[in-house]
């Protein structure tokens, strides 16, 4: 008996990084980052994820509690591409979410208010998984930002603390997807099955 409840005690006291369910300490791969499948990558992501949000939510920045109650728009992570070579996982609150998982080529603005959230995280020489920026789209009102089609850009560091964003280094590059309102969308091979 008072084995269990030393056990219950520790359950609920432990800080979160010794829950059962969690990854171990260094969230390492025995594959190099070139030669990842998207299941080890997907794999990856489980073992940073809990660390990941913990820290991004740690400084109370915008959004960066609030966009993890929202849906992913991607069945895993994407492979390593834009934004520094990370891997990345997009969100999308309500307002944006069904608009955003058609994925078009061809759409007109998406709704205002809509937010997408971008966790990135990346995987070290020696295969140490490490955590990435975390990236925003907020969709403005018409005229609020004709520059960069009307997206306010903004980011978090993985300490939680708001990283300073030039709006123009970042709509430079998404502004040549006009055609799909300035979004890049995720790589096809993780895009949602259904839309
Ligand atoms: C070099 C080009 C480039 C730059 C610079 C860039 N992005 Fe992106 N971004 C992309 C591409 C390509 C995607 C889609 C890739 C993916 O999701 O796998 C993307 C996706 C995103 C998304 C998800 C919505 C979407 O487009 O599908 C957000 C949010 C985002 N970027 C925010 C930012 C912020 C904030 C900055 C500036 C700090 C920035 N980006 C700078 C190329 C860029």
Redesign the pocket.
């Known amino acids: 008996m008072r084995k269990l409840i030393l056990a219950a005690a520790v359950a609920l006291f432990a800080p979160a990084s010794f829950a059962p369910t969690a990854f171990a300490a260094d969230c390492t791969s025995d594959v190099p980052k070139g030669d990842l499948t998207l299941e080890q990558a997907a794999g990856l992501y489980d073992c940073i994820k809990g660390k990941l949000r913990e820290s991004y939510g740690s400084k109370d920045a915008p959004y960066a509690k609030e966009y993890q109650s929202w849906k992913a728009a991607s069945t895993g992570p994407?492979a390593p591409?834009?934004?520094g070579n990370r891997f990345?996982m997009?969100f999308v609150n309500e307002t944006g979410f069904d608009e955003y998982v058609k994925y078009s080529e061809e759409r007109g603005a998406m709704p205002v208010g809509s937010v997408?959230?971008?966790e990135s995280f990346n995987l070290s020489k020696k295969n140490v998984v490490k955590r990435g920026p975390l990236?925003?789209?907020e969709k403005l009102a018409e005229g609020e930002a004709p520059d960069h089609m009307d997206w306010k850009?903004?980011?978090v560091q993985p300490n939680g603390k708001v990283m300073k964003?030039k709006q123009g280094?970042?709509s430079?590059?998404?502004n040549a997807y006009e055609d799909q309102d300035?979004?890049?969308?995720?790589?096809e091979d993780v895009r949602l099955a259904s839309q």
């Open positions: 994407a591409g834009p934004h990345l997009t997408i959230a971008k990236f925003f789209m850009y903004s980011a964003v280094f970042c430079g590059c998404h300035a979004l890049g969308y995720p790589d």
